[in-house]
């Protein structure tokens, strides 16, 4: 039991932007529930009302749109894993939401739940981040797109203002298999990431002619480290170039979070993850 | 649905094929409808937080965790549990293969288990024994060890295919 909760059920975007709008902070909406339902039962919010967006069958769902791909923001995690058009464009965003805690979880839990969460450590936002993907955001007042690098401001906190919703994910197109996202848990099955790396790689005659990188779980908010993204770009597409990279972003991270009770463990695996992503987009072997 | 006085909210679903009408909590979960109110008690509540699977039943073709998902939500839906399984008495296929394999002990979890393992082979008849794993990582087993499950999900779908 979810104590002291009201459901409203929206059946149009329209009437659940017009709720959002009514309720404010009194309302939260929920998606897939499998973050929501845990926390209210944790620290319970008698009088909330809970907008169900479930009817909202136009927010579901895959589709090519001119270089991006649309992604409603309540495809369950599961949907996006296997979705054909994403594992072939957007294969760090397929990968991210095939590795999302369990068979059950990724049946219910939704991509736009995952962002709206913003936990520091969510797989698809560091595969959004990443691909350099756009939220739309709606509210009564109109509608804006806005990189989900910027949505996500810091652990748990977005920039949607208390009336928005985020509608869909457009998510630039890649070549195939030229993306990449890399997880490292405590173990395989059912774990949060402890790491967790997405990258664009373009090659081109055997040098990098484009990198985009992100890191989850590594610094206070999930961001790309344009600094690696940098130090690869105009190299060759080598191991030594991968592990480059994830020595850069060990540096930022002491850089930026400090020196942790965390960080003898993070570092040496902040390498490796970043190295591994890397060159899994690359398409090369992982060296000794 | 419409809004009842006290805040309940009726909602329609189908459970192992059984039409129900209810008027419910708008807090209530889909376990708790389930345990609770129509006394199907094989679904087992657990951890309550996604991690153990015991409440897994399978809500329109998917396997989901039923304690994390509000029974408005399931408003409409089709919902298989483990009662759900057996037919005209005979266990199901993979009810039975579960007892040959040795695959049941405590048995908390094999409620779980069996629905994952269901909506597994609904989607994809002949799963590797990777696949098999994968399906049932979000189902905890503390007594098996999980061979003797992954065997008898493995030996269900071969029969299956060879009838």
Redo the contacts between chains.
């Keep these: 039991m979810i104590p002291g909760v009201r459901v409203a059920r929206p059946a149009t975007i329209q009437d659940a932007l017009r709720m959002r709008a009514d309720l404010g902070l009194a309302g939260r909406p929920l998606a897939g529930g499998t973050d929501l339902l845990i926390e209210l039962r944790r620290r319970p919010a008698p009088g909330l009302t809970l907008m169900d967006l479930s009817r909202l069958d136009d927010l579901r769902g895959v589709r090519a749109e001119d270089g991006t791909l649309w992604v409603g923001a309540l495809t369950p995690h599961e949907d996006v894993a296997r979705s054909a058009l994403v594992r072939e464009r957007a294969t760090a965003l397929a990968s991210a939401c095939g590795e999302v805690g369990s068979a059950q979880v990724r049946n219910r839990g939704t991509l736009g739940g995952n962002v709206a969460n913003a936990s520091p450590c969510a797989d698809g936002v560091t595969a959004l981040v990443a691909l350099g993907a756009e939220a739309e955001v709606a509210s009564v007042r109109g509608t804006r797109r806005l990189l989900v690098e910027d949505l996500v401001e810091r652990p748990y906190r977005t920039g949607l203002a208390p009336d928005e919703l985020i509608l869909a994910f457009h998510v630039p197109v890649q070549g195939r298999g030229a993306s990449a996202f890399v997880k490292l848990g405590r173990r395989d099955a059912l774990a949060i990431a402890r790491i967790n790396a997405g990258c664009v790689v373009e090659v081109a005659e055997g040098r990098v002619v484009r990198c985009l990188l992100a890191v989850g779980s590594v610094m206070p908010r999930t961001q790309r480290v344009r600094e690696a993204e940098d130090a690869v770009t105009g190299a060759p597409a080598t191991n030594d170039t991968a592990r480059q990279a994830g020595d850069v972003v060990a540096r930022r991270m002491v850089e930026v979070s400090g020196v942790r009770w965390s960080t003898p463990y993070k570092e040496p695996a902040v390498r490796a993850v970043v190295a591994r992503v890397l060159l899994r987009a690359m398409g090369i072997r992982e060296g000794p | 649905?419409k809004q009842l006085p006290e805040?309940l909210?009726s909602i329609r679903l189908t459970v192992n094929g059984v039409v129900r009408s209810l008027d419910v909590?708008?807090?209530?979960?889909l376990l708790?409808v389930l345990r609770g109110r129509l006394r199907l008690t094989g679904t087992k509540r657990g951890c309550?937080?996604?991690?153990c699977?015991a409440c897994?039943v399978v809500?329109d073709g998917?396997?989901?965790?039923s304690?994390?998902?509000?029974a408005?939500?399931a408003?409409g839906a089709e919902v298989l549990t483990v009662e759900g399984l057996a037919r005209e008495g005979a266990l199901h296929p993979l009810q039975r293969a579960f007892l040959e394999h040795g695959a049941v002990q405590c048995g908390f979890c094999t409620p779980g288990m069996l629905m994952?393992a269901h909506?597994?082979l609904a989607q994809d008849p002949s799963p590797t024994p990777d696949a098999v794993?994968?399906?049932i990582?979000?189902?905890l087993c503390r007594c098996t060890g999980y061979q003797a499950i992954v065997d008898a999900v493995l030996a269900a779908a071969g029969e299956a295919n060879s009838s």
């Design positions: 649905m805040d909210v909590h708008p807090g209530e979960t708790e309550e937080v996604g991690e699977g897994t809500l998917r396997a989901v965790n304690c994390l998902v509000l408005v939500q408003d994952s909506a597994l794993r994968r399906a990582a979000g189902n």
